[in-house]
């Protein structure tokens, strides 16, 4: 019996895995032939447009997916709710893959990232990005201190897990406050962009608009991760607790809509919602999808207690959140009019990501399945509720 | 010239003949290739009907703003405004982010797409040559321009030529000098025959766009040492409400059972 425990443990080129690895090595080609000839030569990215596909996937999106990690732990260790113990490992290995992967990528996108560290040493205390930049760099920390015990319980060294554990809590607490100062410093980001972004995504509290939306993002995650990983580790799935999760984010899209029309109502920008072409229709289709159908979606106890129903509704608002992120970051700014303002020859004047500037994004992506898959095979990241180990002695 | 406390240029769109003389300057002075020029010279071609026709053309430099937002949003503090103008970039802090670039509402800064890790990409535009300002100088555009549709001078003085020059030709400008006080005030002023909207400069107020995330940014350490308060508060708060229930169930000898009624505040 020991023997075949073995050869399920070994890992085996499946053709998913190939794929995944396929896509890996195609991005790191094209991360190699940018770090050569320049970002402009695997890029559609321009003086007008200098950030894009990247930023707004790999940075938005990517932050705001792994906020699932904050919550479980705060969840789990400051408010001490045991029962939700079996999501916090998943929860929090998928938020320090995210953070990786946020990283990686910015390092492809950065003109100089062999001065990344620059932003520990040189800092400008006006500007959010260098907030965001610390934030990231000390939660990534962080994340790695509240998973090592996971990995030194699979190592079996099971006095160091239980040494991190004597000691986390002001690394969970620590968590916390840097998840939602950088969490929200996204949204700050934008707000020197007040002459570029148009006034229906524009307003002072886009920080908190991001707070709020990335706790229906991480709770949204948190369903999608313990749904796909049921199915595809064939392990029981906790839908009881889901639902709770679940039960949550009809509240927290509720606050979300009423801060969002609270102030475009108190800026008087009402006369935009339908009177701005294409930008009204982009606010409206992001309003739909990432807020009206989940909020209606989860507030039935039938949806909420379905996996399929969970897993449907957690897709449908996962989609509609990173479109908010694109709008906000992409979409809806309107640069300079390029036409006047930018001679053609120094510069296109539109942007569309080219195909290996997203191939950059899917192999970086791929990276992380990859990984969160080993990690969840060989770790003990998933514990059955009966089996878990009681750390909050 | 070292007189002089604020360096800005004064362009008048009524005298430029479009010859983009000061673009061949100033590569020449910086050493700038023509197809990454710092400056650009854009017409809004020509408009009307025969006879009335008019044209313009617009000189686009740095605008050398008072309170730049590149300075504000630049994490790593490459950008410096220099007390008599230049807003100046230092390529050995730069780590290509180009929140510059997003964060300049007239679109200046301008980047080196095509250049590799060994090469080394940057961020580049207008300096107000000040190799030649310092030494008393004028730039190499103003010094080159044969309209004198660019000038040089003391900020205020320029203002106040500016303000003559509407005041005596009414019929000929608009009544309003582009950065006397759009976005916080500009070291490169602005008057012309055609409206501003036209030579592709964007409506700004006369607060910097920087001031809502400065303010922002000032309120974040506070916060965040509040919040760590808070949570703080409230772990060591569960911790011993559930110290003591824990203790109480023990001596009615009840099992450990979660404490369902903190959820629900979840």
């Given at each position: 019996m020991k023997l075949n425990i073995r050869i399920n443990q070994r890992f085996r080129l499946s053709p998913g895995v190939v794929v995944l690895l396929a896509f890996i090595a195609l991005a790191f080609v094209v991360a190699m032939i940018r770090y050569i000839n320049g970002i402009g030569a695997i890029s559609n990215l321009n003086n007008a447009y200098p950030w894009g596909f990247w930023i707004s996937f790999d940075l938005f999106t990517g932050v705001a997916i792994s906020s699932g990690g904050f919550l479980m732990a705060g969840t789990v260790y400051i408010l001490r709710i045991k029962e939700f113990q079996p999501l916090l490992r998943p929860s929090v290995l998928t938020a320090f893959l995210g953070y990786i992967m946020v990283a990686v990528a910015l390092l492809v996108d950065l003109g100089h990232p062999e001065r990344i560290w620059y932003m520990m040493i040189h800092w400008n205390h006006t500007s959010v990005l260098l907030e965001i930049g610390i934030c990231v760099m000390s939660y990534l920390a962080v994340l790695a201190i509240e998973f090592a015990p996971v990995v030194f319980e699979g190592l079996k060294w099971e006095k160091w897990a239980h040494l991190i554990h004597r000691f986390i809590m002001p690394f969970v607490i620590l968590g916390v406050v840097l998840s939602t100062l950088h969490q929200s410093s996204l949204g700050s980001l934008l707000l020197i962009q007040s002459s570029k972004l148009h006034p229906l995504w524009w307003t002072p509290i886009l920080p908190v608009l991001f707070f709020t939306s990335a706790i229906s993002f991480g709770l949204a995650m948190i369903i999608l991760e313990s749904s796909l990983s049921s199915r595809y580790f064939k392990r029981g799935l906790e839908t009881h607790l889901l639902e709770k999760l679940a039960r949550a984010i009809p509240v927290v899209l509720a606050i979300y809509l009423i801060l969002k029309f609270g102030e475009l109502a108190f800026a008087g920008d009402f006369n935009y919602l339908f009177t701005s072409g294409w930008m009204s229709v982009l606010f409206w289709s992001e309003i739909i999808v990432s807020v009206l159908i989940p909020l209606v979606w989860f507030s039935f106890r039938r949806v909420r207690q379905s996996p399929r129903g969970l897993l449907t509704g957690a897709v449908i608002l996962l989609l509609g959140m990173i479109f908010n992120r694109f709008n906000v970051s992409w979409f809806a700014i309107n640069h300079p009019d390029p036409i006047t303002y930018m001679p053609l020859f120094m510069s296109p004047v539109t942007y569309f990501p080219s195909l290996p500037e997203v191939a950059v994004s899917i192999g970086i992506f791929s990276a992380g399945i990859l990984v969160f898959g080993l990690a969840a095979k060989y770790l003990p990241v998933f514990e059955d509720e009966g089996s878990i180990h009681n750390h909050l002695a | 010239m070292s007189e002089i406390k604020q360096h800005a240029f004064l362009f008048d769109a009524t005298r430029c003949i479009d010859c983009r003389a000061c673009m061949v300057a100033c590569s020449v002075e910086n050493k700038i290739p023509m197809d990454k020029t710092r400056i650009w010279v854009s017409g809004i071609g020509i408009k009307g009907k025969f006879p009335d026709l008019e044209s313009a053309t617009m000189v686009y430099h740095?605008?050398?703003?008072?309170?730049?937002d590149c300075a504000s949003a630049c994490p790593v503090g490459a950008w410096v405004k220099r007390s008599d103008g230049p807003v100046l970039y230092d390529s050995k802090l730069c780590i290509g982010c180009r929140y510059c670039m997003n964060a300049c509402p007239f679109g200046v800064p301008h980047y080196d797409w095509d250049k590799g890790l060994i090469d080394g990409a940057f961020i580049d535009k207008c300096s107000m040559c000040p190799q030649r300002i310092d030494i008393g100088l004028e730039p190499a555009c103003v010094a080159t321009c044969p309209t004198d549709a660019l000038v040089f001078g003391e900020r205020a003085d320029l203002l106040k030529d500016a303000h003559a020059r509407i005041a005596s030709h009414p019929d000929r400008y608009i009544d309003h000098v582009y950065g006397e006080n759009e976005n916080g005030g500009t070291s490169y002023l602005i008057v012309s025959h055609v409206p501003f909207k036209e030579l592709g400069l964007p409506e700004l107020g006369p607060t910097p766009l920087k001031d809502i995330s400065e303010l922002i940014m000032g309120g974040t350490l506070p916060f965040a040492f509040g919040l760590t308060a808070v949570l703080s508060g409230v772990a060591a708060g569960v911790h011993a409400y559930n110290k003591n229930k824990a203790s109480k169930e023990e001596s009615s000898e009840v099992q450990d059972e979660l404490p369902a009624k903190t959820e629900a505040s979840k």
């Open positions: - | 740095c605008m050398h703003c008072e309170d730049p």
